[in-house]
């Protein structure tokens, strides 16, 4: 088992995002996203369209967010006529044969790589935090570009955090609505500085 397995990470949950399950064997996303998507309008506004539309993408929410099996996983719905804002993931990331001590100048070589999407070159500062010594990476790229050349841009905030010289931590926020921008920042930057890890 890798060591990060022996700790325990924690991060504060933002109040309008809802934990998406991505580390749970068995769970029929169908009925969960239903559960959730009633939590989220509340029994004021039970419109079975807005209902549905929103049970459709929590469910692709969690099913995404699976795939890259991070510890956790949060839908961020601060108004649910309007769905998802962003994604919010917390990965670990553990050192190996190639790179067998973790470093911040890792991390950021991780994070900060510029790709053939990206639609600016990344930012990258580095910062301290409870958890440790760490870099934050803000980044753009286009994504699903048509044959007119045209594409969606998804921006990122990211941090990579050196829990320790095996193992670090990628805290990852990720939105499409560009006039969110600065507060979505501001939201990676709260969410970071409550990440902790006990053993």
Known sequence: MPEFAASTVRMKV???????????AGVDLHGWAAEAAARLV????????????????????????RERGPITALSYVPEPRLGELARIELSALVADD????????????YLAAPTPVSYR??????????????????HAYVQDVGRDGRGTV???????????ETWGLILLTSWQALAH??????????????VRVTA
């Open 14 to 24: 933002p109040e309008d995002a809802i934990s998406l399950p991505v580390r749970v």
């Open 42 to 65: 509340g029994p004021d506004d039970p419109d079975p369209k807005l209902l549905d539309a929103l049970a459709a993408e929590l469910r692709e929410a969690a099913a995404d967010s």
């Open 98 to 109: 190639t790179y067998p001590t973790m470093t911040v100048e890792l991390l950021q070589r």
């Open 121 to 138: 070159p990344p930012e990258a500062e580095l910062r301290t935090l409870p958890a440790g010594p760490a870099v934050r990476v803000r």
């Open 154 to 164: 998804m921006e990122t905030c990211a941090y990579g955090i050196r829990a320790d």
């Open 181 to 194: 921008t600065d507060a979505l920042c501001e939201l990676t930057d709260e969410l970071a500085r409550t």
